[in-house]
């Protein structure tokens, strides 16, 4: 059966629609960027192939344009369409914290983070610089480690922090192996890195722990 034949409330664009983009499975929404699936499947069967052998969905779009490609049912026009679709939304993360508005939400700070750093084979180290009403300076990767962990310098911290001439900080670091679990050390380089900020006037406000699943805010669990 074609997906036009499908019941009105079941067929992707019309619920996406009716419902709002949240409320799609993963294959509904990459079905609706396909448009058409192979021969002989419709658009959501032909995603959801997709998922079963390139999946999960974060895996997939991890994948480089040249890599999407190479899959069944993409191709070079719909891997470089999902390519730049996936840097639009990074961007417009990155739009909203330039503008400082997603700074009152500590959510969208967290999302934008994933943005940046989910998917990274090695841990990376991350600060956002703010000023003294918490509108975003800059962005910096800091520290690179490998699939197990990296080392954090307060000292380097501090210095680009009055470098980009910040008042405040919001960090985050990914864990490759996909556990969001803040471990022992996460919560000791927090504490080290706020006490360090602390002695020069410089805030810390949150420190993100990026995985699979959303991110975690060790502020939010009161130990920022």
């Known amino acids: 059966m074609h997906i036009r034949d499908w019941p009105a409330d079941e067929r992707p664009r019309e619920k996406l629609l009716a419902r709002g983009a949240g409320a799609l499975s993963d294959a509904e929404l990459l079905a609706i960027f396909l448009g058409s699936g192979l021969r002989g499947r419709d658009a959501v069967g032909t995603a959801r192939e997709l998922l079963q052998a390139h999946g999960p969905l974060r895996r997939l779009l991890d994948l480089p344009p040249a890599a999407l490609a190479k899959l069944p049912g993409l191709g070079p026009a719909r891997s470089c369409s ?78 680009r922090a009055f470098a980009h001439n910040a008042a405040a900080l919001i960090v985050g670091h990914n864990h490759p192996s996909g556990n969001r679990e803040p471990s022992a050390a996460d919560r000791a380089v927090t504490a080290r890195l706020k006490q360090a900020l602390a002695l020069v006037d410089l805030r810390l406000l949150d420190h993100f722990v990026i995985a699979d699943g959303p991110p975690v805010s060790l502020a939010a669990r009161g130990w920022v």
Do not use: K
Request: glycine share 8%; proline share 4%; aromatic share 8%.
């Open 82 to 159: 999902l390519a730049a679709a996936l840097e639009l939304g990074q961007r417009h993360l990155s739009a909203d914290l330039e503008r400082g508005a997603a700074l009152s939400d500590p959510q969208a700070a967290g999302r934008y983070f994933a943005q940046r750093l989910r998917g990274l084979p090695h841990e990376v180290f991350a600060v956002l610089f703010l000023d003294n009403r918490h509108r975003a300076i800059a962005f910096e990767e800091l520290f690179r480690g490998t699939l197990d962990g990296t080392e954090v310098h307060p000292r380097e911290v501090v210095r």
